[in-house]
């Protein structure tokens, strides 16, 4: 009996040592920053990307809607004089802004912020497990949202790169064609 046990537990205990310390038993995912493996499951993840797609509207970047959004879309309109202080208002109220303009840059970025998150969505929501009805519904609402942003790039700015899918590098600004 005593030499069984002698043979036995070693045994066992080898066969829990190889088991356990295998290469997968210690890479552990990061909660914080989700895996595209990691987050595409469910109705709720779904509904979290369309959510973040609609995150540019708000222009959280820099001084908010005003000097990226309102002032560079509208200065160069006719129906609007501009007659203030704000040197880069004045260059694009007289059409002499130039791509290093901030507000003009941030205006070019948060659109292609709704195109790329939008693509995202629209790559992703046919990988989660909830109501077909319900997910063409939203890839729709993802769809129209994309369009938005491309509306908004093409109003502003002339030749535009077209992403029909999400980059797949670290860059999510596109440079104009």
């Excluded at 070693?10 to 493996?37: G, M």
């Excluded at 509904?47 to 970047?61: D, M, N, R, V």
């Excluded at 004045?90 to 901030?102: D, K, R, V, Y």
């Excluded at 195109?115 to 790559?123: G, K, P, S, T």
Aim: proline share 6%; aromatic share 16%.
């Amino acid at each position: 009996m005593k030499f069984n046990k002698i043979i036995i537990w070693p045994f066992l205990a080898a066969l829990v040592f190889t088991v356990a310390c295998s290469e997968e038993f210690l890479e552990e995912l990061d909660p914080n920053n989700p895996a595209v493996e990691q987050f595409w499951r469910n109705e709720s993840d779904a509904l979290t990307a369309i959510i973040a797609t609609y995150q540019p509207l708000t222009f959280s970047s820099r001084w908010n809607f005003f000097e990226c959004g309102w002032g560079p879309e509208n200065w160069r309109a006719d129906d609007v004089f501009y007659g203030g202080g704000y040197p880069s208002f004045n260059q694009i109220a007289n059409f002499l802004n130039t791509p290093e303009l901030w507000e003009v840059q941030i205006l070019f970025q948060n659109n292609y912020r709704f195109v790329n998150r939008a693509n995202q969505a629209i790559d992703g929501i046919p990988l989660c497990d909830m109501d077909e009805n319900k997910q063409k519904e939203m890839i729709a609402e993802a769809k129209f949202l994309r369009a938005y942003g491309y509306f908004n790039l093409l109003r502003n700015f002339r030749h535009i790169p077209f992403h029909p899918q999400s980059p797949q590098g670290e860059e999510i600004y596109a440079t104009q064609a």
